[in-house]
Structure formats: C-alpha cells, structure tokens
C-alpha cells in the first residue's frame, strides 16, 4: 500500500516490541519521509537483521502521526539491533546518500517532529497472561 515498509519478517512479531510514535509538522513531512525511505533502503541494503514497519499513520488537526514498531526476539536482540545491527544501516546510509548525511537527515527528522506528542513504547508478549483466542 506504499506506507507500510516490506522489509522481510524474521517471525519475531509477537515477542519484543520497541515502538516510536512520531507527531508531525505536516509543514515538514517531507523531512521525515525522505529519512524513513532512505533507513529502509539501507536496512534492505545493508542486509542489517532488523525487523522495523511503520504500522499506522493518520492525520488530524493536531499533526501528522505515525507509528513505527522493531521486532526483536528478547531484551539483548533489541539491544544488539541498537548497537551492531543499526550501525549497519548507518554506514549503508552514509555510503549511499554521502558521509555524514544519516546525522543531517535524522537532525532533519527531529525538527520535523511536534514538541509534545512523541514517544517510545517498550512491548513484552507475555503468553501466560494471554487469553486463549477461540476459533470458529
């Protein structure tokens, strides 16, 4: 549908998710866009282990929101995703769009963000609390 990412799935949906809420200046979307586009690239490219997607975007007259989520398969993946697996993308993205642009992109990426509005979700699937789903 040309919002959600198609990066492959390793099959971690369900167990550890960092999640990033973006409210944004609809005056500087583009901004945002162009650096979403350009990490999905280098993620492909760099064939970094990183499960990311934009899972919902909608628009109202507070801003631009948007919902990024990362599957991990526990704590230290994600924090491994953060560290080794990210600096990846970073370099793939460098090589791609120029030294140094990942820093200039992502400053743009933040200006393009509202003051309030954003914010960061740490999700653990917990499957002895679940309730069984029934099936029809």
Known sequence: DGIRDSVASRGLGDVYKS?????IDPAKSDDFWTFRKRVYDAVVK???????EVWTVGAGNRGLNVLVGFAHENHAEMELDGSEEWSKVVTTYNETHG????RVDNSKLKESMADWGNSTQL????PELSSPCATP
């Not at 999640?19 to 409210?23: G, H, R, S």
């Not at 999700?123 to 917990?126: D, E, I, Q, V």
């Open 99 to 102: 030294a140094g642009q990942f």
């Open 123 to 126: 999700w653990t699937f917990l």
């Open 46 to 52: 760099s064939e970094a282990q990183i499960d990311m």
């Open 19 to 23: 999640q990033l809420l973006y409210t």
